[in-house]
């Protein structure tokens, strides 16, 4: 949000509270507040309304772990649902009041980390994709969600970014078997966007796009 600052100091409450303390980005906000559920649902429609050609919005948690809020409500539907089921239900509620006014646009969110495990009993509203990062959940949240994409990070030495990096045969393969499942709409590959050429980017990406269109 473009006045992040001024709306923590107006508007605490609808920050992660953890350890007793409120707390700004990179910790998600608290997914409880109805303020930050009509905050987020206005950003996406604004959004939609701005593209018409836009498919597809991504309303999904930020990156690394215990950055959730952990005020009484937030912790409740934690202990009854698990993280997933906190941010399935807030993205759920964007995801309806999508639906009202952009039937075509669908609402993403990432299975990822604290989130990887489905929820015990929420169940995603007919647009909301799921973009799961862990494939071997693949067949719990199939049971549960009409739509997924598939995260992967394509073969690659994160800790070396010009080392060759094999493993395209080994992706092939595990795109015909996961692509097998009805429920799987969609890849993404994460590859190196931090040093142009690394592991043979480019000549990748191109193998990667082809295996896509085989499958």
């Not at 609808?14 to 990179?26: E, I, S």
């Not at 929820?119 to 862990?134: G, K």
Request: proline share 9%; aromatic share 8%.
């Amino acid at each position: 949000h473009d006045d992040l600052e001024q709306l923590f100091q107006h508007k605490p409450e609808m920050f992660a509270l953890v350890n007793g303390v409120r707390q700004r980005p990179p910790y998600n906000p608290c997914l409880s507040n109805p303020d930050t559920l009509a905050l987020v649902t206005a950003d996406v429609l604004a959004a939609a309304l701005a593209r018409p050609d836009c498919e597809i919005i991504s309303v999904s948690q930020g990156d690394g772990s215990g950055m959730f809020c952990q005020c009484d409500a937030c912790k409740a539907v934690i202990a009854a649902e698990g993280e997933s089921g906190l941010m399935l239900r807030f993205v759920n509620a964007v995801a309806r009041e999508v639906a009202k006014k952009h039937p075509n646009v669908k609402i993403s969110t990432l299975a990822y980390g604290e989130t990887t495990k489905p929820p015990a009993t929420v169940r995603p509203e007919p647009n909301v994709v799921i973009q799961l990062t862990d494939e071997r959940l693949l067949a719990d949240w199939s049971r549960i969600a009409p739509e997924i994409y598939l995260w992967y990070n394509w073969p690659i030495c994160y800790k070396n970014l010009p080392l060759p990096a094999p493993g395209l045969p080994e992706v092939a393969v595990k795109l015909r078997r996961v692509t097998a499942d009805p429920a799987v709409r969609g890849v993404m590959f994460l590859g190196d966007y931090q040093s142009p050429g690394a592991s043979l980017a480019p000549l990748s990406t191109w193998v990667m796009a082809k295996q896509l269109w085989d499958c």
